[in-house]
Every structure is written in C-alpha cells, then in structure tokens.
C-alpha cells in the first residue's frame, strides 16, 4: 500500500528566504506527482505535475523535483512571500488513485 | 477557465439527518474522484467513477454514503443518516482518464459540520 509522507508538518520563514519541502513515498511504480496549494477552507490548486520519467518542473518561483528510484520529491519556494502561506501537499498516482501526504503547513512572515 | 464546480460550499446538519453534496467535473473528463478530508489530514479517496461505472469505492462507508453519477457526467454524494465523525472537507475532482499519466483538478470542497 502506497504511503506518502511530507516533512516539516509546519514550517516558518521571514519572508524572502528560499525554502525546500520534502515528500516521500514507499512505492516507486508510479506515474506521475502532483503538488498542490490548499489555503484554510478551501480546495486544493494544482502546482505543479511530474512525469514519472521528468526530473523536475518549474513554474515561476516554484520548482519541484522527482527522484523516483529513491521516492523522494521536493518542492523548493525561492524568495518567499505572505502570499505563499499555505498548505503544501504532494499526492503520487500509481495504479490507485492520488495518494496524499498530510500535508506541510507554511507561514511566510512579513 | 474550466473548473470543477461543487455546492453547497458549506452544509451544517444534525446528527442523524440526510445530506448530499453534488460535484460537476471539467467537461470531458471521464474520471470523477470524491475525495474526504479530515482537518489536519491529507485527503483519503472515498470512491471513483470511470463516465457513469464506479471504479473504486472500497474505502466508502456503503451502510451511510452513497454515490452515484448516472450519466456520465454530474455526480451526488449522499450520507444516510450523518454521524459527528462525518465532519470534514468533501473534495471533488476530475481527470481526462483514472489511469497512467494525467492531471487531477479538484473542486472548492463542501465543508460539512455535523452538529
């Protein structure tokens, strides 16, 4: 059974710093991941999609890679900002449906 | 921009009544997904749907939840009765295919208060 798990459960910056969010996984058959942005009370906004056989992808400030032999992911935030607070969750899809991470809460101090 | 659209955004209902939740997914999308979200946890998959054909609902709870998506496109979720330990977000969302290599959207969610 696929199990997924995000380190730190919460995390803290000043804002400006540049910052790196960890997952991994148990399973490595899988296809692709997914991180994705949830702010408090509301649904889950997809980041950012890697293909099982892609390293990483990048969408403006943000960068995810995918080491699939080890089960590992990062997302790594550079020159973090207020607006970044959120929960941060990584979800893997293999021959199940996603499977979630609890998730990392950060806060971006001004 | 196409979205997955859920409602009601917010339900609060007593213990033991009947609630349903409803989901429209990304037009053309053959893969609908309800998802349940504890506070604090990661979403946990309650059931699937390949067009109108349930592909995976073994971590749904058949004697109160229901689910159904008779044509293909629309779905209802339903709790019979509620229970306080039915509280959580219900997360939607919805898939060009179930398998290989595409991306899952996901709706607003419907937050559920069992009082």
């Known amino acids: 059974k696929q199990e997924v798990t995000q380190i730190p459960a919460a995390l803290s910056v000043p804002e400006g710093e540049n910052l790196v969010l960890n997952c991994s996984f148990t399973?490595?058959?899988?296809?692709?991941l997914q991180w994705f942005r949830q702010d408090p009370g509301k649904g889950l906004t997809s980041l950012l999609l890697?293909?099982?056989?892609?390293r990483e992808q990048t969408s403006g400030r943000l960068n995810a890679s995918l080491d699939k032999s080890s089960g590992r992911s990062t997302l790594y935030i550079a020159a973090s900002q207020p607006g970044d607070s959120a929960t941060y969750l990584c979800a893997v899809k293999g021959n199940t449906p996603l499977v979630f991470g609890k998730g990392t809460r950060l806060s971006v101090i001004a | 921009e196409a979205e997955v659209a859920q409602s009601p955004r917010y339900k609060i209902t007593e213990k033991s009544q009947a609630v349903a939740f409803w989901c429209d997914p990304i037009s053309g999308h053959a893969t609908l997904y309800w998802y349940r979200q504890i506070l604090g946890q990661g979403p946990e998959l309650l059931v699937q749907?390949?067009?109108?054909?349930?592909?995976?609902d073994s971590q749904l709870p058949k004697d109160r939840f229901s689910a159904e998506r008779l044509k293909g496109v629309d779905s209802t979720l339903k709790i019979q009765p509620a229970e306080l330990g039915d509280s959580a977000m219900y997360l939607c969302?919805?898939?060009?295919?179930?398998?290989?290599?595409?991306?899952?959207?996901f709706g607003q969610g419907t937050r559920l208060t069992v009082v």
């Open positions: 890697i293909q099982s056989s892609q």
């Open positions: 749907f390949q067009d109108e054909s349930v592909v995976d």
């Open positions: 399973d490595s058959a899988i296809y692709n």
């Open positions: 969302a919805s898939s060009l295919a179930g398998t290989g290599w595409t991306e899952a959207f």
